[in-house]
């Protein structure tokens, strides 16, 4: 029987690309947009969903934040997300805690933050 337990990956921002899973990464939010309620596809229930502008000394990326994890989320604090993964949205990157992610509160405070790299910004097309 083939185990197909996936390793985790210990990732900066900047080193962040489409597909990548099982992503541990430690980041501050920087700031966030407006709370906006959307339909799931999949069973037509009512989620919120917040984005966010997350960085560390290596970059910037887009992350939403999704239902109770909003209320835990403050802006200029750093958090620590396990088993993440890297979507595209309508083109774009994003850092996403999906459905067996967690974020935690980080023990040490990111303090340098690289904002001239936006992680978010450069097109990739689907393959």
């Not at 210990?10 to 501050?28: D, Q, R, Y």
């Not at 339909?39 to 037509?44: A, L």
């Not at 997300?81 to 994003?94: A, D, H, M, P, S």
Request: glycine share 8%; net charge negative.
């Amino acid at each position: 029987m083939t185990d197909f337990k996936i390793e985790a990956i210990e990732a900066t921002i900047a080193e962040l690309k489409p597909g990548m899973k099982s992503v541990n990464i430690t980041f501050k939010v920087m700031s966030t947009g407006e709370e906006r309620t959307v339909e799931s596809r999949s069973d037509s229930q009512k989620h919120r969903v917040l984005d966010a502008r997350v960085g560390d000394s290596t970059g910037t990326i887009q992350m939403p934040f999704w239902n109770e994890t909003i209320d835990t989320l403050k802006e200029g604090e750093t958090y620590t997300l396990t088993n993440g993964y890297v979507g595209l949205f309508k083109g774009n990157i994003r850092l996403q805690s999906g459905k067996f992610g967690t974020i935690e509160k980080a023990g040490t405070p990111i303090v340098e933050i690289n904002s001239t790299i936006d992680m978010s910004a450069e097109e990739h097309n689907r393959r």
